[in-house]
Structures are given as structure tokens and as C-alpha cells.
Antibody, heavy 123, light 109 residues
Framework: QVTLKESGPTLVEPTQTLTLTCTLSGLSLSDVGVGVGWVRQPPGKALEWLGLVYWSGDTTYSPALKTRLTVTVDSSKTQVFLTMNNMDPADTATYYC???????????????WGQGILVTVSS | EVVMTQSPATLSVSPGERATLSCRASQSIFTYLAWYQQKPGQAPRLLIYGASTRATGTPARFSGSGSGTEFTLTITSLQSEDFAVYYCQQYNDWPPLLTFGGGTKVEIK
């Protein structure tokens, strides 16, 4: 059974750097075809994709946010980290990590999601 | 960058009726499209990928169609548990870049 869980601070101050952890269970980024994505959702608004890391260790990012984002993986390949710098109140959102399954080559969807963590940016 | 536009923003439907949701891409995305369902306080759930392939566990009353720039999610005979917000999502083949639409809320009429 694949599960993901987000953890990290729920309150950050403007201009600070946010680091969130996604802990994986039942999967590993050592498995070919597997990926983990990050998605956020401001209160009452739509989903926004942030970035993706996949089994090779490569990453891709939303063009709108790529200068502020870094996604990394720990040596055990069971924790994925999202770092976002220069946080602003507009970044207040629920942040999700999610699993990219190996359904087929070229299919980049997210089939298992963490519960999400609400991060508020305020002084 | 591909922009995804969903319509309508809100759809009022009676239980047992059919719902038709639209998603338009700003450029051709072939069939690189997925649909998700999200209920209040929950994470999204993958319903459809490849424009028309149901994900594991997706009921047969959900069907997806379309290619290029125009896509449709159809829910036949709406059940109470289907009232939710639905998002489309496009994906590039390589490198993978994902974009979500703005969502359609399906509410009880």
C-alpha cells in the first residue's frame, strides 16, 4: 500500500524559506518509473502543480515558480523535500505531495496523495 | 506553457442526471489529459488519464473523451458521492510539466 505524508512548519514569516518533507511508505524512488510531485492549493482556490522528482533523480518545476523551488531526495529514497524561498502571504496554501505511478511511458499523473499540510505565511 | 480552461465553473445537476464537464487546452496536448475529483477537506483523487482510461477503482459512470485541445468528462446518473470539484490536468511527455485547470464544481440542483 502506497502512502505519503507531508510534514513541516505550518506557519512561516514573509521572506523566510519553507522546507516540507514528504515521507513515503510502500514505495521508493529507487523504483524505475516512480515519481513524487508537489501540488499546492490556496484556500478556496484551484490546484497548482509545483514540481516533480523522478526515479533518475531528475526534477522539473513549474515555470512560474522554478526560481524559488528545489525538490530533493534523501539517500534512502523514502523522503522527498520541497524547499521554497522568499515566502509571501500569497503562498499560503495546503501543500500536497503525491505519487506518480508507472502506468505507462509518458503518463505523468498523480494517483496517491498525502493528506496535505496547510502552510500559512504571516508575520 | 499550456493553459487549461475548464467550464462551467459551477454545474448544478439533480441526482440521477447526467453531467458534462469541459476542459480546453491552449495548444494541442494530444491525449495527455487526466481528470481528478476533490471533495471538501480531502486530497484529489485520480479518475481518468490518457483522456479516456479510467484509473483503478473509478466507477464506469465516469467517462472521458477528447483529444487535441477539447476534452470532456461525463458522469452518467450522478450519485450523491459525485458532488465535488473536478479538475483536469495536462502533462507533457518529456520533460514532464503538469498544469491543472481551474476546476468545475458539481453541485446539487
Amino acid at each position: 500500500q502506497v502512502t505519503l505524508k507531508e510534514s513541516g512548519p505550518t506557519l512561516v514569516e514573509p521572506t523566510q524559506t519553507l522546507t516540507l518533507t514528504c515521507t513515503l511508505s510502500g514505495l521508493s524512488l529507487s523504483d524505475v518509473g516512480v515519481g513524487v510531485g508537489w501540488v499546492r492549493q490556496p484556500p478556496g482556490k484551484a490546484l497548482e502543480w509545483l514540481g516533480l522528482v523522478y526515479w533518475s533523480g531528475d526534477t522539473t518545476y513549474s515555470p512560474a515558480l522554478k526560481t524559488r523551488l528545489t525538490v530533493t531526495v534523501d539517500s534512502s529514497k523514502t523522503q522527498v523535500f520541497l524547499t521554497m524561498n522568499n515566502m509571501d502571504p500569497a503562498d499560503t496554501a495546503t501543500y500536497y505531495c503525491a505519487h506518480r505511478p508507472d502506468l505507462a511511458s509518458g503518463v505523468w499523473v498523480l494517483d496517491e496523495w498525502g493528506q496535505g499540510i496547510l502552510v500559512t505565511v504571516s508575520s | 506553457e499550456v493553459v487549461m480552461t475548464q467550464s462551467p465553473a459551477t454545474l448544478s445537476v439533480s441526482p440521477g442526471e447526467r453531467a458534462t464537464l469541459s476542459c480546453r487546452a491552449s495548444q494541442s496536448i494530444f491525449t495527455y489529459l487526466a481528470w481528478y475529483q476533490q471533495k471538501p477537506g480531502q486530497a484529489p483523487r485520480l479518475l481518468i488519464y490518457g483522456a479516456s482510461t479510467r484509473a483503478t477503482g473509478t466507477p464506469a459512470r465516469f467517462s472521458g473523451s477528447g483529444s487535441g485541445t477539447e476534452f470532456t468528462l461525463t458522469i452518467t446518473s450522478l450519485q450523491s458521492e459525485d458532488f465535488a470539484v473536478y479538475y483536469c490536468q495536462q502533462y507533457n511527455d518529456w520533460p514532464p510539466l503538469l498544469t491543472f485547470g481551474g476546476g468545475t464544481k458539481v453541485e446539487i440542483k
